[in-house]
């Protein structure tokens, strides 16, 4: 077994703890456990925001370490870039079977504990579940996000993608507008419509005459759509 000590300096100054401070705190942890740190790795060049396996020192490290070994830091937010980020390593790290404590909490936080010859899991458990509910926070809070600006755009007559519907086009500003040969055809949808023609003789027409292969499905669509669509516009002009 090998005990590497890792010690973060933030480029962006938001997390900075000494170097020599971090290493004391983890030298002083690894002798609680009656262990001395074999290798010190220094991560110099990196974000907290950037994946642990993704920065060079810990790219290198995960590549070193081996069935039981341990990693040792500091604290949780220097190798944790994100909860999401947070449970994937714990995953992968219990994979490989390597140890990682968290000195300032005072474990390690993928594999249990033996303790007083009562078999615990100490606060791997603990911290699994804490990163997996704010995980979740943080997938339900981009996706609330997400919605809110879809709901402001659409309220803005904004095109959120897929396909442009028949009758309409994106014009510079990313809003829908009317496309001026296709709403002549939906016209006559309409008028045929009006004159009782079945949505299956309609699509038989417009096949016929444009050479549109729409289902009578397709022309059902087009003409409920198109006239929500352009109640929409109306109230938006208002």
């Known amino acids: 077994m090998t005990a590497f000590g890792y010690l973060f300096i933030d480029i962006e100054k938001r997390f900075r703890v000494p170097v020599a401070d971090q290493q004391q705190v983890i030298e002083q942890y690894s002798q609680q456990l009656g262990l001395s740190v074999d290798q010190f790795f220094i991560e110099q060049n990196s974000s907290a925001r950037r994946p642990f396996g993704e920065r060079d020192e810990g790219h290198r490290l995960l590549q070193i370490c081996q069935a039981d070994d341990m990693i040792i830091v500091a604290r949780a937010d220097m190798v944790f870039s994100r909860a999401t980020e947070g449970v994937r390593l714990i995953r992968r790290l219990k994979k490989q079977g390597i ?140």
């Open 99 to 238: 140890s990682l404590h968290i000195a300032e909490l005072e474990g390690d936080i993928v594999k249990p504990q033996e303790r007083k010859l009562v078999i615990s899991t100490g606060i791997a458990d603990l911290v699994a579940t804490l990163l997996e509910r704010l995980a979740q926070r943080e997938r339900s809070g981009q996706s609330a996000a997400i919605r809110h600006a879809k709901k402001i755009q659409q309220k803005q007559g904004r095109y959120l993608g897929g396909p442009v519907p028949f009758g309409w086009q994106v014009n510079g500003e990313g809003r829908l507008e009317e496309h001026g040969e296709e709403q002549l055809i939906i016209e006559e949808m309409m008028a045929m419509r009006a004159d009782r023609w079945s949505y299956r003789d309609i699509a038989r027409q417009m096949k016929e005459k444009h050479g549109l292969g729409f289902s009578h499905e397709g022309i059902r669509k087009i003409l409920a759509s198109n006239q929500t669509r352009r109640e929409e516009m109306a109230r938006r002009a208002d």
